[in-house]
């Protein structure tokens, strides 16, 4: 017993070819259309656009993040000024102050001349 293979060899390639064939049969037609394969991908553009969409949403933020100081720091200026006219202007209770009469203020205090006009 010098060898120690199969016997036969042929049918076990035989074997091979039917599982083979078998599992072909088993997997399940697509359904729908088949789609086309995707175009190439040029990475380079990829990464270009995505460089510049990170680089955009960086500038987003910093813009959104000097507004958000920009209010904390008006609004504190605000009611520094509103309590300081109400106590030099209505410190005796006897007048109420409109709405109206604090956005005049408010503006001709805070917001340029040449800003007022576009808002109007």
Do not use: D, K, P
């Given at each position: 017993m010098?060898?120690?293979g199969r016997r036969g060899g042929a049918p076990a390639r035989e074997?091979?070819?039917r599982r083979e064939e078998q599992?072909?049969?088993q997997v399940p037609a697509p359904r729908g259309p088949v789609l086309p394969p995707p175009p190439p991908v040029d990475y380079g553009?990829?990464?270009q656009g995505l460089v510049q969409a990170m680089q955009t949403q960086?500038?987003?933020q910093a813009a959104l993040q000097a507004?958000?100081?920009a209010q904390i720091v008006l609004h504190e200026r605000v009611d520094v000024w509103w309590a300081s006219l109400l106590h030099t202007r209505f410190e005796d209770g006897a007048i109420d102050v409109a709405s109206d009469e604090f956005v005049r203020l408010f503006r001709a205090k805070f917001i340029p001349k040449?800003?007022?006009d576009r808002m109007e």
């Open positions: 010098a060898s120690r074997g091979e070819q599992a072909e049969q553009v990829f990464m960086a500038h987003t507004q958000l100081e040449h800003i007022q």
